[in-house]
């Protein structure tokens, strides 16, 4: 049994509302310093020894992510 | 800590136990101890301290609200409009040609004050479940909000969260929103009222009651683990101010999940049109101690469970957290052993997790007389053997204290005459820009934009009409018309004439559709009924609203009460919210509200 | 023999009963599929309703395109079936990649319900064949991830072979590139809507009867095949 | 100016609609050996050297994570 975490993003090119409207709320909120966010999704998977870095790899790619739009990075 | 047993309980008298942590009174407890002739268990305690709270005993009300059954007025002897009438989930009203309609509105308002989206989503999930179990597929939802001062910070985490929640809640469900209202006033600020109503539609048939019946037949959970969300929160949430809520008190917030709720209700649309269960009751606050005591206390009193089987979300949940859990989108059915693989075949078709964790039984006619006899077991041990009825319908009630507050007087004493008029053209039109601008009177499409009105095809009437018109059978057309009003301000005013105002204005609105108003659902906000002077703002709106659907021949269905909306010792505006329900025989002939024609004449009406 | 269109259910499909009703209106037969079904049971044509198919909590529609139903669906399409997915069925056709791009949250981020003016820009497809060229209509749109994106690419091939099928007016509603409503597939059998006509059908309970067209259209194309 | 990541995930005790939805879905892929998934979010900041560690500890607390029901972690 081990944890796996999975995060996605956008990628560079594709926009992201969430992204802009949290820097929107940090300068109304009086915070400055800060550029850019952008927002993703984390997954914290459990997984059993019986999975690999090539299934995980599928996981992410078919399910987690959407290719198209998104990027992932896995961490074991 | 040593499991506490049945058998511990009865041997270890004099233990000292959290009641009053739990919320019941001392008198509450000693009864508790005189009903059992000895000490509850902890399991036991948990059941009775929930079921015995404000919120599902309406112990400080009921003996107010029996006035709607007993100013109930007169029907038809051939032909009653009310099937079902209160004391059920909701009330069930016949609409011709076989159809009934039930519908009811709930509160879910300390929730959505400490955790906006999710408190009002579950709000909305919590009246779609009570419609579900009358046995009719839930049409439409309204909501009725209230909010503090628009300008004030907290506004705007309150409001966008709330609405947020009602609409990825119902939209998920795939309910139209066909209604509602929302006002401002500073009182509601730290206690925003949310309110929800549903409707249903069944075969008039069709309709399904909470009662365990039948020895043998099994006691099924389904739909959702049990986890532990709201632990406590039946007292404490939905019973006690936040000010002096203990850090073990604290709520534990719960988390909606629609996508379950939506599945949930196709299967047991399913499983009612085969016909596959004897009663069933969904799980809402005071979860799994509500729905195995009010099951068997309105069937043959007895039941066995094994909380063992019970599906767990977090394994370490004990009994007694079990017992309290308040985890969403959970349903328990009483199926005959004969039907048990076809009511598990189509949960398995959903997908939806069915167990069964225990059995009706037979009770002597001694058990009978004390209340029937609801056991549990935990890991091979008796922790719960008490009688269901002293849980779900005996418990205590209060005649509280009642005194007219005594700024009444001073409060009715301005008169509106000696304010200040526009006199020019520029003081009108300022005052109308003004009327305009303000929140309470502005449009609301920021609030209705985000609330699908549309879905399942059959919405005749949505915002921005005075009422929501919903077309119940397609071929004939015969629908049902629906409207929520409140006015604080006027209640607190006079609260018996304020009650009244809500309802005249509600059958108003459902009238000017063209629909033959029927019957009335309302949720009583207010503050602590341990104020005499809250308590006869109640006691005088649950009056106005009694005789007044006494005089316009509506009767009060269901509904709900939610006290302690109060931050510190100051009450919000007493609240009442009432619902409207008519009948319309072909929805093509509504009204709508805008003008259709040229050239059309303009009346006023009445006085 | 009227048409036999299949609609659909997955669990946490809304608009499935909506899409039969339009389907019957329109004089067609509407046939339901079941998600965990693979069979389509000989349909003409099949629609994806509007929902939250599975809950839709990771991406919408990413869970439903593994369900049995959609890997026929999927080989049925590139056989030119005629598939119609409409919101949630939009985003389950190009999760699918039966369909380019992808829709994402809107821009607003809140969800948004209206009665959306669209002009018809693409009158060759099975469902849309009964609509004039560049016809501007009325159907509800209601959606909370509407938003149309694709690359630069994929957006000039789009417009330059005439694959936009239907495109907002008077306002962007939630972000869509190049106001982008509706797309179909190359060879114009799948098409994909985010706006909902099937809730445009009887005039009592919709903005009107423009949505009607879209069932009409797959109707009759069907019939004089 | 560096980038920080921030990942919010929903406290242990809260459902996770959205966790249990994957899994399932999992099991209809006929993927094996992933026991449990946690869907939470992922943030990255472009933050300038001014902003500390207590204030990106604000912006998350007060913006990014819901503390009632969302715990956080940040990563420089
Ligand atoms: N204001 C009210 N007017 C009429 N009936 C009420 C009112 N408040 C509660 N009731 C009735 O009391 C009964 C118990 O309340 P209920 O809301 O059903 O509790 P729960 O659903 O949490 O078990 C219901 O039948 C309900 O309709």
Redesign the interface.
Known sequence: MARVVVDVVLKPEILDPQGQAIVGALGRLGVHGVSDVRQGKHFELEVGDEVDDEALARIADTLLANPVIENFTIRR | MALDTVELAANTADQPQPYAELGLAEGEYRRIREILGRRPTSAELAIYSVMWSEHCSYKSSRVHLRQFAEKKPPEAADKPVLLVGMGENAGVVDIGDGWAVTFKIESHNHPSY??PY?GAATGVGGIVRDILTMGARPIAVLDSLRFGRLDAPDTHRVLPGVV?GV??YG????LPNIGGEVYFDASYAGNPLVNALCVGAMRADGIKLAKADGPGNKVVLFG?RT???GIGGASVLASATFDDAKPSKRP?????????E??LI?CCLEIFAADLVVGIQDLGAAGLSCATTELAAAGTGGMDVDLDLAPL??PTLGPEEILMSE??ERMMAVVTPQRLDAFLAVCAK??VLATVIGTVTEVSAEEAARGGRLRMRWHGETIVDLPPRTAAHEGPQYNRPIERPLDQEAINAHDGHNLPRPRSAAQLRATVLRLAASPNLADKSWI?????????????LAQPEDAGMI?VD?VSGRGVAVSTDGNGRYTRLDPYAGAQLALAEAYRNVATTGARPLAVTNCLNFGSPEDPAVMWQFTEAVRGLADGCRVLGTPVTGGNVSFYNQTGNTAILPTPVIGVLGVIDD??RRTPQAFRSDGALIYLLGR | MPVRVGVVSFPGSLDDRDAARAVRIAGAESVSLWHADPSLHDVDAVILPGGFSYGDYLRCGAIARFSPVMQTVVAAARDGLPVLGICNGFQVLCESHLLPGALIRNDHRKFVCKEQPLRIENVSTPWTSSYRMRQDIVVPLKNGEGGYIADERTLAELEANGRVVARYLGGNPNGSYHDIAGICNERGNVVGLMPHPEHAVEALTGPGTDGLGFFLGVAGVQEAA
């Open positions: 400490v955790e999710q947020a609409g990825g939209n998920c469900l795939g959702a986890g532990g969300d534990s917030v719960q988390v909606g999940d629609p996508f379950a939506k599945v196709e979300r977090d985890s969403q959903w997908e209705t934009d985000q609330y699908d009105r549309f879905v399942m095809g059959n919405t005749v077309r397609e929805v093509a």
